[in-house]
């Protein structure tokens, strides 16, 4: 893939591209992130994540192919270069949530760290000979074979990954769907203040780094004219500066100071980075300069990929890596043309200035929106058995379900109580309660009644499997609180009246009933009205 990046940025280089349309690269190849990573999310939780990845690889090496033959035949240009881009970031966006999540799967907890740092390794150890090769064997292949070989890579990788046999579990109850996926990836996100730190960590860093991919290109051709060995020195010089980082500082840093500390670390590095291509451009400088990118990218973006798989427990991890991904690669496509068309009016000096304040901003913003989370958090699977012993067992479908549970609490510790209830509603709301609330009887002060809703009584269910040791926990000590002679009454309500749509859940509701329903349901209340 790296080798073919050189390939393409030549080929684009070749049909006389802009600078603008040079930049525009990295917005082709990082804009499908942004469009499909999430959907992608949701169908790495709920499908054979096997199948996914062959499918997603088996796209890209379709899509490397159609290239190939494009540039044989002489049939592409600026843009239709930048489409095959962007179907190729189409496969990727598809591929890369999957394979994120299957990493916590076949490492323990305790190797997660190394096991990111070694992914990003390899990553590193390719973009460094890829780009190489690709700079020699670019003016001897010629692009349409040197793309070739890239596709035919492709089918070897999807043979490797159909010999995996990933670990089965006992499915104790139906999947959720396309949709209820989708949307509790939204509201478990909404719900998670830690989420929403890496998330916005990860959209700011990105507007800075990726004036990396968007510019080197446009300065290397344009400014300094290079052949296409040197152009590919460029992208090795990243290649190069990424593995220092992941093999050799990332280690260190990680046994004397806290990843935060590193991502300003990083920061720092790319405001004088930026601070000296605003000031001077000759190769030296380009190629250092280059190194020191590739190494400040892969320190903070590997902090803020572990850091946001420390906080993402097992059940919606694929849908949170693909949110990472997605605001991630959103603010790759959305700097990267922002960079391009700065430099097409303001030049390169005011554009690599103006990105070194935003760098200065962003190391400033770090203190404020720390990654420093607690190392102990515990986001197992609490053990417990999900189920009730109900005189009739509600079948899935029947909702929405109401659970209430009434506390007991004495007067010198309600403050206490309700700033734990708090946390106890968000952990409610994130694991599928689209409405929650906490009240106290004015009749008998001190008794409190949690009362909280879901769609479904499946849901209800996989509501009790998504709570985490930490969520137990903290269940615990708000259980602690309670008072008198009997313990907390809890109390499970299902709906009398079957819901047709349930405004607040989700987007815009959801409907439970089939067409005959609702068309009975409208029927009843036309009756009612007339």
């Known amino acids: 893939m790296s080798a073919q990046d050189v390939a393409a940025t030549w080929l684009m280089h070749s049909a006389g591209a802009s600078s603008f349309a040079l930049s525009l690269m990295a917005t082709a190849a990082a804009a499908p992130f942004f469009l499909l990573t999430l959907p992608a999310g949701a169908v790495a939780d709920i499908a054979n994540r096997r199948v996914v990845i062959i499918s997603a690889v088996l796209w890209q090496g379709g899509c490397s192919a159609l ?6 035949k002489h049939l592409i240009n600026a843009s239709s270069i930048l489409a095959c881009i962007f179907a190729l970031g189409m496969g990727v966006a598809f591929f890369a949530p999957v394979w994120g999540a299957i990493v916590p799967d076949v490492v323990a907890k305790e190797e997660l760290p190394s096991a990111i740092t070694l992914g990003g390794v390899q990553l590193n150890l390719s973009g460094i000979v890829g780009p190489a090769l690709g700079g020699l064997l670019l003016p001897v292949l010629g692009a349409p074979l040197l793309i070739a070989f890239n596709a035919m890579t492709f089918v070897l990788v999807a043979l490797s990954v159909a010999q995996w046999r990933p670990r089965r579990e006992q499915e104790t109850m139906p999947r ?11 509201r478990y996100a909404n719900h998670s203040p830690r989420i929403k730190t890496i998330l916005f960590r990860d959209l700011i860093f990105a507007l800075v780094i990726s004036i990396v991919p968007a510019l080197l290109p446009v300065v290397s051709l344009k400014e300094l004219h290079l052949s296409a060995a ?5 992208f090795t010089c990243v290649g190069v500066g990424s593995l220092f980082g992941a093999i050799v500082l990332l280690p260190y840093l990680r046994q004397h100071i806290s990843p935060n500390a590193t991502t300003s670390i990083s920061m720092t590095i790319l405001v004088l980075v930026l601070g000296a291509l605003a000031v001077t451009r000759q190769l030296p400088v380009l190629l250092t300069s280059a190194t020191l990118a590739g190494m400040a990218w892969a320190l903070a973006g ?18 949170m890596d693909a949110l990472q991904i997605m605001l991630g690669q959103g603010g790759m496509a959305l700097g990267a043309f922002l960079w391009g068309a700065a430099i097409s009016h303001a030049g390169p000096d005011w554009t690599f200035a103006a990105a070194a304040v935003l760098a200065l901003s962003v190391l400033l913003l770090g203190g404020l929106f720390s990654i420093n989370f607690p190392a102990d958090l515990s986001l197992d699977a609490a053990p417990g058995n999900p189920l009730h012993d109900f005189p009739a067992v509600p079948p899935y479908d029947a909702g929405p379900v ?15 109580f309700r700033g734990l209830m708090e946390e106890v509603q968000a952990i409610c709301r994130r694991n599928g ?32 499997l998504r709570r985490t040791v930490e969520d137990s926990q903290l269940y615990d ?12 009454r809890v109390r499970h309500y299902l709906a009398a009246k079957r819901a047709v749509q349930l405004h607040g859940y989700g987007l815009s509701g959801r409907t439970f009933s089939n067409k005959e329903q609702l068309q009975l349901q409208s029927t009843a209340n036309l009756s009612a009205d007339a």
């Open 67 to 72: 290239l190939a033959l494009g540039a044989w």
């Open 176 to 186: 959720e769907n396309f949709t209820e996926s989708f949307v509790s990836s939204l």
């Open 230 to 234: 040197q152009l590919g020195l460029v």
């Open 302 to 319: 590997s902090e803020l990929w572990v850091a946001g798989q420390r906080v993402m427990p097992g059940w919606v991890r694929g849908r």
């Open 402 to 416: 109401t659970v209430t549970i009434e506390y007991f609490v004495e007067e010198g510790r309600r403050d206490e």
């Open 433 to 464: 309660a689209f409405h929650c609330r906490l009240d106290e009887c004015l009749e008998d002060p001190g008794t409190f009644r949690l009362e909280y809703m879901v769609a479904t009584w499946a849901e209800h269910l996989r509501q009790n």
């Open 477 to 488: 000590a708000v259980w602690e609180l309670n008072t008198g002679d009997a313990e907390p």
